[in-house]
């Protein structure tokens, strides 16, 4: 399921405010640019609050961040079959190279190096395409062979077999070309390059599954999260990833450092929930994870929190197996106090929302939502990270016992501080008028956004009785997103925001609004290559809305594209029915989830999510590039360094922020990387 949000490198592109000038301060990294390479633009991120943490709280911290750390290799594998060789060899060659660096194959070879890094491993994090060396074959090859010679260890690591495959997997555009197909009509599992299904059909994957789905079972395991389906002597069978199965080394050393994080804890359910997590690992039972997801969900008091485990399905064409990610992180108290207030007034909102009524929850379970600084990002999280996360998945756990929403402030923070004075809004937004209403408004309003689509859009509605949660398949997380993104925006113009003292003015959500039009009308457009759809959900959701909202209030002129001196702008004439139509559109997407009304909800995103404009999207790409803003962005983690005593025991936890993208991750590879040593 689709519980995370990711940022639309514009909306973050997008806030210049100047209620933000309090961040420039130049001794502060946060927002400070790392690295820059073909569309990628790696930034700082920095921790406010970790040093004024009492000494417990920092060394729980610390041995959280080493089991984050210990996971790096489970999603290079995850992610494709020959992902981990790919990586040594091809950190091999970069940091044994001793020839000319300005060198034009070197050159193009050190970009590949931090796509792949990037990508955690051969693929675009994004658009999941396979990435395109700018370097020949033979230049390849010739570093290759100087590789082997020079470094027995990589050799030793290198079967001939894998290294073949890596060339293969570099240099033949046919061979795995995508790491998650979606495209309708094809075999899903057969065309995705993942590593997480090997010799099974799409066919052969859903039916082993259905025979083992109870229609009745009210309180559903998450079937495949935690395993690799594969077919032995005939059979489909799952290989489960635990100590002892798969990814045994990776696991081993999380658990080893949960254990010491162990004495930490700062309750008695977070300690018995770290128990069962560990318990999960060893054995592999997804009865036991549901038990941690139970105890970690309605563990709300601690200040520190963190997810280990095999978490969102994005990766998995089918929505099954978990990527595996790590996120720790302590709470923001005073930013903390905005999504509190939301989720307290959870059940005045469910009651108002403009659907019909047989689809709202009678009774909204607590939405327990905070804000909070990270304090590292690793697995899927890393280097490109959510902005805010809600979870567990479960569908059971969450109507049961709620779930626990976060937005992750100090990654924000970096976002909004990189992005002063980058000529964005000066190129894309309409008018003056409008700049100032985003100058002033859009930070909050952003994230208010955040809050209201974690806290309580994921949260909202109800399936009718019998309704099949995964009944809108492939269109799932899409239908989903739009969900959560509807009822936000429904409610961002809702003066019940004013009365709870989250906003000042009641035009203030008209930044938002025009922000959101503009992005999923055109220029989302900038991360799509030429000639092809959008494919990722949040993508789809937000070009479904605007699009959809587009069409529909043509006849009353809401909103309409203009033209000025031979550009394109989104002009919004009528806010209020603007408001309305995404109220409408709301109604229409809850009935077809409460419905599970799989035709209706896969005929709104053929119809406004996935073809592109071809025109509009040159206009977009070409006024883009001149700013020269890369499409994306990620971070570089903290480094935490126990200081000892002379006796050895640790009395501090430094924290820093000075290493660059390239020795991080060379640093991750020498130091956790229990699956490449053979
Ligand atoms: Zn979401």
Not at 20 to 40: C, E, Q, W, Y
Not at 174 to 184: G, S, T
Not at 479 to 486: I, K, M, P, S
Not at 659 to 666: R, T
Request: aromatic share 10%.
């Amino acid at each position: 399921m689709a519980k995370r949000i990711l940022v639309a490198a514009i909306c973050a592109a997008a806030i210049t405010s100047s209620a933000m000038a309090n961040h420039l301060d130049p001794k502060n990294p946060s927002g400070t640019i790392v690295d820059r390479f073909a569309d990628i633009e790696v930034l700082r991120y920095t921790v406010p609050g970790f040093n004024e943490l009492p000494l417990d709280r920092k060394l729980f911290i610390y041995y959280l961040t080493e089991a984050a750390l210990a996971g790096r290799d489970i999603l290079w594998d995850q992610n494709g079959k020959y992902n981990l060789a790919l990586r040594q060899i091809a950190e091999g060659i970069y940091r044994n190279y001793d020839g000319n660096r300005d060198d034009k194959n070197f050159k193009a070879f050190e970009t590949y190096l931090k796509q792949i890094e990037f990508g955690n491993g051969a693929y675009h994090h994004y658009s999941t395409d396979k990435f395109t060396p700018g370097f020949t074959q033979n230049w390849f090859e010739g570093q290759l062979i100087n590789l082997m010679k020079k470094n027995p260890e990589v050799a030793k690591n290198i079967s001939p077999d894998e290294g073949r495959m890596v060339m293969r997997l570099i240099f033949d555009p046919a061979f795995m070309p995508k790491r998650v197909n979606q495209a309708e009509g094809a075999d899903l599992i057969l065309t995705s390059a993942n590593n997480l299904y090997e010799g099974v059909t799409q066919k052969e994957v859903e039916e082993y599954f259905n025979a083992k789905k109870d229609p009745n079972d009210k309180t559903p395991i998450s079937y495949g999260l935690n395993t690799k389906v594969v077919k032995e002597n005939g059979k489909v069978k799952e290989l489960p990833y635990k100590i002892g199965g798969l990814y045994s080394a990776a696991i081993e050393r999380i658990v080893e450092n949960l254990n010491k994080a162990l004495p930490y804890a700062e309750t008695e359910k977070q300690r018995n929930s770290i128990i069962e997590l560990i318990k999960y690992y060893t054995t592999g039972d997804l009865r036991t994870f549901d038990t941690y997801s139970i105890l970690w969900t309605e563990d709300t008091t601690p200040v520190v929190d963190f997810i280990n485990g095999f978490i969102e399905s994005y990766g998995d064409p089918l929505g099954m197996t978990g990527a595996w990610e790590s996120i720790v992180n302590f709470k923001n108290a005073k930013a903390s106090e905005r999504t509190e207030t939301i989720s307290n007034a959870a059940q005045w909102f469910e009651d108002r929302s403009p659907v019909d009524p047989r689809f709202r929850k009678p009774e909204v379970k607590g939405v327990s939502a905070k804000v909070i600084n990270a304090a590292i990002l690793a697995g899927d999280a890393y280097p490109s990270t959510p902005i805010g996360i809600n979870l567990p998945n479960a569908n059971w756990i969450r109507a049961s016992h709620g779930s626990k929403s976060v937005t992750i402030e100090n990654i924000t923070q970096a976002y909004d501080d990189a992005s002063h004075g980058n000529g964005f809004n000066e190129e894309f937004v309409i008018d003056q008028p409008t700049r100032d209403l985003l100058d002033k408004y859009l930070f909050i309003t952003d994230n208010l956004h955040t809050d209201l689509h974690e806290c309580l859009g994921h949260g909202s509605g109800q399936l009718l009785p019998g309704v099949d949660p995964d009944a809108l398949k492939a269109h799932g997380s899409t239908l989903e997103e739009t969900r959560a993104d509807l009822f936000a925006l429904y409610y961002l113009a809702d003066p019940h925001l004013l009365e709870l003292g989250l906003l000042d003015n009641p035009d203030a959500y008209k930044a938002e609004y025009y922000k959101y039009m503009l992005n999923g009308l055109m220029t989302q457009l900038m991360r799509i290559e030429p000639g092809k759809d959008v494919e990722e959900a949040h993508m789809r959701n937000r070009k479904l809305i605007a699009e959809w909202a587009l069409e529909h209030g043509k006849k009353d002129n809401v909103v309409e594209l203009v033209t000025k001196n031979g550009k394109t702008y989104v002009k919004i004439n009528d806010y209020r029915r603007l408001r309305e139509l995404f109220g409408k559109l709301l109604a229409e997407i809850q009935r077809i989830k409460s419905e599970g009304d799989y035709a209706a909800g896969a005929k709104l995103v053929e119809q406004y999510a996935v073809k592109v404009d071809p025109k509009l999207h040159r206009e977009v790409l070409d006024r883009y590039a001149k700013l020269s803003i890369a499409p994306y962005k990620g971070f570089v983690n903290p480094v935490y360094t126990p200081v000892l005593d002379d006796k050895g025991r640790i009395i501090d936890i430094d924290v820093t922020y000075e290493e660059d993208y390239l020795p991080q991750m060379f640093r991750y590879s020498d130091n956790y990387s229990p699956l490449t040593r053979k």
